[in-house]
Nanobody, 125 residues
């Protein structure tokens, strides 16, 4: 199982970007999907997360500007980032709790946490 993140880049303040995170491999189900970020010299922090049922939660710093969504059929999560600020500059990482399919008969699952490679978001004029 692996997570592939994409969509980062450079944008001016006030601009928008959309990040994507696609899970692939021997997947039975994907539970929580989330985005974290790590700015230079700072600890990694949770930005947003979405559970299977669609409930979402956000860091206070991004509420009203960022929206997380998912396409369960594609095992993909998205992070729409609007009104970007210089302080949003960071490497963004996707994260997911996934039930891996070890065998079909009998069915055997293994739940584990996975991280995608980081994607850099730079907000600067």
């Amino acid at each position: 199982v692996q997570l592939q993140a994409s969509g980062g880049g450079a944008v001016q303040p006030g601009g928008s970007l959309r990040l994507s995170c696609a899970a692939s491999g021997r997947i039975y189900s994907v539970d929580i999907m989330g985005w974290y970020r790590q700015a230079p010299g700072k600890q990694r922090e949770l930005v947003a997360r979405i559970v299977t049922g669609g409930d979402t939660s956000y860091a206070d710093s991004v509420k009203g500007r960022f929206t997380i969504s998912r396409d369960s059929g594609k095992n993909t999560a998205y992070l729409q980032m609007n009104s970007l600020k210089p302080e949003d500059t960071a490497v963004y990482y996707c994260n997911a709790d996934i039930d891996q399919l070890l065998s079909r008969d009998p069915i055997s699952l293994l739940k584990d946490e996975f991280w995608g490679q980081g994607t850099l978001v730079t907000v600067s004029s």
